[in-house]
């Protein structure tokens, strides 16, 4: 079974460029979540659909942050404009319902804002 | 709101030793799900024990298991037969059924062979 798939891996972009990042989740995972994680903390949840319905977007900074999820599956998170402090990891994890405990991780996208 | 301490930034052990992980979370609910994620270099957050809060057994995975101590509210990590490949980020994790998952700062375990 294909886990988390996330591209891309690596990312380098200017201060208030536009930036995407995309996610497609373990087949079958109906919740799919954006973290943020920074250099040496945890992650920290950014937005959770439920199939395509983002049922928790309180973190997310709606000024410069959107994300959707067409057909609920695959899922794609913008920046624009991107800020210097942007700079961190971005996580994408699924699991099979928002009641199921275990939520698996994508190897995430590392953004370089300079 | 909840919240999940990692009192050790880093830890040390040598090849083929125990070491423990500390965690303690802080909640008022009774039902509740925690874990243990590890996160190599390459990124990649892999689940690596998982414990109900409604079970007293503590769960094992190998040479994992935890220290499940509810009404401390405490979950470390025991790693046996330590091996180089287990040095990485370790995180603990709370989460109760359909709410956010909540994450501790990490704890970075160096293998020393």
């Known amino acids: 079974e294909a886990g988390v798939v996330q591209s891309p891996r690596y990312k380098i972009i200017e201060k208030k460029q536009p930036v995407a990042f995309w996610c497609n989740p373990i087949s079958g995972h109906n919740t799919l979540y954006w973290y943020l994680q920074n250099l040496g903390q945890g992650p920290e949840l950014l937005i959770r659909y439920e199939n395509e319905e983002a049922v928790d977007d309180s973190q997310l900074p709606k000024d410069r942050f959107s994300a959707e999820r067409l057909k609920g599956v695959d899922s794609t998170l913008k920046i624009q404009p991107a800020e210097l402090g942007d700079s961190a990891v971005y996580l994408c994890?699924?699991?099979?319902?928002?009641?199921?405990?275990?939520?698996?991780f994508g190897p995430g996208t590392r953004l370089t804002v300079l | 709101a909840q919240t999940v301490t990692q009192s050790q930034p880093e830890m040390s052990v040598q090849e083929a030793e125990t070491v423990t992980l500390s965690c303690t979370y802080d909640?008022?609910?009774?039902?509740?799900?925690l874990f243990w994620y590890k996160q190599p270099p390459s990124r990649q957050m892999i689940l690596v024990i998982r414990?109900?809060?409604?079970?007293?057994q503590n769960a094992t995975e190998n040479r994992f298991s935890v220290n499940f101590q509810k009404a401390a509210k405490s979950f470390s990590l025991k790693i046996s037969d330590s091996q180089l490949g287990d040095a990485a980020m370790y995180f603990c994790?709370?989460?109760?059924?359909?709410?956010?998952?909540?994450f501790g700062a990490g704890t970075r375990l160096t293998v020393k062979p």
């Open positions: 994790a709370y989460r109760t059924s359909g709410d956010d998952m909540r």
């Open positions: 994890a699924s699991s099979r319902n928002s009641i199921a405990d275990t939520q698996y």
């Open positions: 414990q109900e809060a409604y079970k007293q």
């Open positions: 909640t008022s609910e009774s039902d509740y799900y």
